[in-house]
């Protein structure tokens, strides 16, 4: 594993082509602190399936029904990463996607209630590691609590930002934030990608999330 972070973006200058919107909203040192909390988890596989939604039966079986019917959408399975403080941060992300090739952007959408989003906002910058189909274990642990979720796990800095290039991952996109918008109960992240490389490994399966479980193209 590799600390070496000597092209990332200093901490607290704005990206170039960064937007006001996505400034803005960084919060305030305490409030990450706050926000910390005690989340068994920082990721959810189906949308909202830690968002409470009160005691009325019908609002919970409609709840339910929308993350059932959401599950049927099977996806890949990325891990989010920045640099915070010259510690690696990361989360498990299920909802990424691309938006824009000219100009080059993609989008994520971490839960308001992330431990990790805040931390990686305030950087401004953020690497996107697509998984391989042996990296269940690698997903799980990018999802769970704790204070060093990289522990075990070989990593390198991203060729312009520095955040964390997962080993083994079949691919990774290197991006600073352009915009961040608030929708409902979570964020919807847009960012610029600045670079992007894919694995020569022998390994091309992706890991994939389907109705529950993980899942993989063979």
Same mark, same amino acid.
């Given at each position: *594993?590799?600390?070496?972070?000597?092209?990332?973006?200093?901490? %607290?200058?704005?990206?170039?082509? *960064?937007?006001?919107?996505?400034?803005?909203?960084?919060?305030?040192?305490?409030?990450?602190?706050?926000?910390? %909390? /005690?989340?068994?988890?920082?990721?959810?596989?189906?949308?909202?399936?830690?968002?409470?939604? %009160? /005691?009325?039966?019908?609002?919970?079986?409609?709840?339910?029904?929308?993350?059932?019917?959401?599950?049927?959408?099977?996806?890949?399975?990325?891990?989010?990463?920045?640099?915070?403080?010259?510690?690696?941060?990361? *989360?498990?992300?299920?909802?990424?996607?691309?938006?824009?090739? /000219?100009?080059?952007?993609?989008?994520?959408?971490?839960?308001?209630?992330?431990?990790?989003?805040?931390?990686?906002?305030?950087?401004?910058?953020?690497?996107?590691?697509?998984?391989?189909?042996? $990296?269940?274990?690698?997903?799980?642990? *990018?999802?769970?609590?704790?204070?060093?979720?990289?522990?075990?796990?070989?990593?390198?800095?991203?060729?312009?930002? %520095?955040?964390?290039?997962?080993?083994?991952?079949?691919?990774?996109? /290197?991006?600073?934030?352009?915009?961040?918008?608030?929708?409902?109960?979570?964020?919807?992240?847009?960012?610029?990608?600045?670079?992007?490389?894919?694995?020569? $490994?022998?390994?091309?399966?992706?890991?994939?999330?389907?109705?529950?479980?993980?899942?993989?193209?063979?």
């Amino acid at each position: *594993m590799s600390r070496e972070t000597s092209h990332q973006v200093p901490e %607290g200058e704005i990206p170039d082509g *960064m937007s006001p919107d996505a400034r803005e909203t960084w919060p305030h040192p305490a409030l990450i602190d706050h926000w910390l %909390g /005690d989340a068994e988890v920082d990721f959810e596989f189906r949308p909202g399936e830690d968002v409470p939604v %009160g /005691d009325d039966p019908a609002a919970q079986a409609a709840a339910r029904r929308f993350r059932d019917v959401l599950g049927t959408f099977g996806s890949g399975i990325t891990v989010i990463t920045t640099v915070s403080n010259g510690e690696p941060v990361g *989360m498990t992300c299920q909802s990424f996607s691309s938006v824009s090739l /000219d100009p080059p952007l993609v989008l994520f959408v971490p839960a308001k209630s992330s431990r990790a989003w805040p931390l990686i906002q305030r950087t401004g910058r953020f690497c996107v590691n697509i998984l391989a189909a042996d $990296q269940e274990s690698v997903s799980n642990q *990018m999802a769970t609590k704790g204070s060093d979720k990289f522990a075990g796990i070989d990593w390198r800095p991203a060729e312009v930002t %520095g955040s964390p290039v997962i080993g083994g991952a079949l691919s990774h996109l /290197d991006c600073t934030i352009q915009s961040v918008h608030e929708s409902g109960d979570h964020y919807v992240v847009i960012g610029k990608v600045e670079h992007l490389e894919t694995s020569e $490994q022998d390994q091309t399966e992706p890991l994939l999330y389907f109705r529950g479980r993980y899942r993989t193209t063979d």
